[in-house]
């Protein structure tokens, strides 16, 4: 396993549910984990919570469909820790359900812009800045939260499928470009089912049927620190039979 201690990793939807998990399991293996989320008492508490285990954290406010929000706390972390920030964790998504008769476009768009546009241009933001401060001849990660609703279908759920299915196939073309261009930068994501989390909660389903948010965040901090020079992969993570009882 490739080492994780003093390293700096930034989360996007740090302040509940997967994000959350995923920075107090991250910084259990020795990552200074930091907490972005527009919900700023929300990653407060990850802090918190992750330094009460002992960890080391910080929470930053980040929109991620905001450019300057993206520069701003990127162009940051670089400045302060140089090339020690080589990890960036896509968690941010959000989902507003809407029917082909009432689907709301605007409502449609910000998924968009949160689940696809937005880690989209973050990557690119991260990537360069990585260049820029790297020595040596580290690599950094990406790792992106995509969902099984990228490769499903869902009634109701046309804006999220979609988003996630568009980030999908994003993740696919960045991955075979920093292979092409030999850019020093492993890309993976990881497309569960359904977990417990509060974006969850509109769709009423039992809790019993949903993963731990803990679940994933250990599949994607065993994926980090997999050895470098390991292929990106895209693992589809659905341990759980079925959502609804029959």
């Known amino acids: 396993m490739a080492g994780l201690d003093g390293r700096v990793a930034l989360v996007t939807g740090g302040a509940s549910g997967l994000g959350r998990a995923t920075c107090v399991a991250l910084a259990a293996r020795g990552v200074h984990a930091v907490a972005a989320d527009i919900d700023e008492a929300g990653a407060a508490e990850t802090v918190r919570r992750v330094q009460a285990a002992g960890g080391s954290?910080?929470?930053?406010?980040?929109?991620?469909?905001?450019?300057?929000?993206?520069?701003?706390?990127?162009?940051?972390?670089?400045?302060?820790?140089?090339?020690?920030?080589?990890?960036?964790?896509?968690?941010a998504g959000i989902d507003r359900p809407g029917y082909l008769t009432d689907v709301d476009e605007a409502a449609y768009a910000q998924v968009f812009a949160v689940n696809c546009h937005g880690p989209v241009f973050l990557m690119q933001a991260f990537l360069n800045g990585y260049l820029q401060a790297r020595t040596g001849d580290t690599e950094a990660e990406i790792?992106?939260?995509?969902?099984?609703?990228?490769?499903?279908?869902?009634?109701?759920?046309?804006?999220?499928?979609?988003?996630?299915?568009?980030?999908?196939?994003?993740?696919?073309?960045?991955?075979?470009?920093?292979?092409?261009?030999?850019?020093?930068?492993?890309?993976?994501?990881?497309?569960?089912?359904?977990?417990?989390?509060?974006?969850?909660?509109?769709?009423?389903?039992?809790?019993?049927?949903?993963?731990?948010?803990?679940?994933?965040?250990?599949?994607?901090?065993?994926?980090?620190?997999?050895?470098?020079?390991?292929?990106?992969?895209?693992?589809?993570?659905?341990?759980?039979?079925?959502?609804?009882?029959?």
């Open 143 to 246: 790792f992106n939260v995509i969902s099984i609703s990228a490769v499903t279908v869902g009634s109701g759920a046309v804006a999220y499928n979609s988003s996630k299915a568009a980030f999908a196939k994003a993740t696919e073309i960045f991955q075979t470009e920093v292979r092409e261009f030999s850019h020093p930068c492993r890309i993976q994501g990881i497309m569960p089912a359904a977990m417990d989390t509060p974006m969850m909660e509109q769709w009423g389903i039992p809790p019993e049927r949903m993963m731990d948010p803990g679940e994933v965040a250990a599949e994607i901090v065993h994926a980090l620190g997999r050895p470098r020079g390991v292929l990106g992969q895209n693992l589809v993570f659905t341990p759980r039979v079925e959502y609804f009882p029959r």
């Open 57 to 91: 954290a910080e929470a930053v406010r980040l929109d991620v469909t905001a450019g300057e929000d993206r520069t701003a706390v990127v162009g940051g972390l670089f400045e302060r820790f140089g090339a020690r920030f080589d990890i960036l964790v896509n968690v």
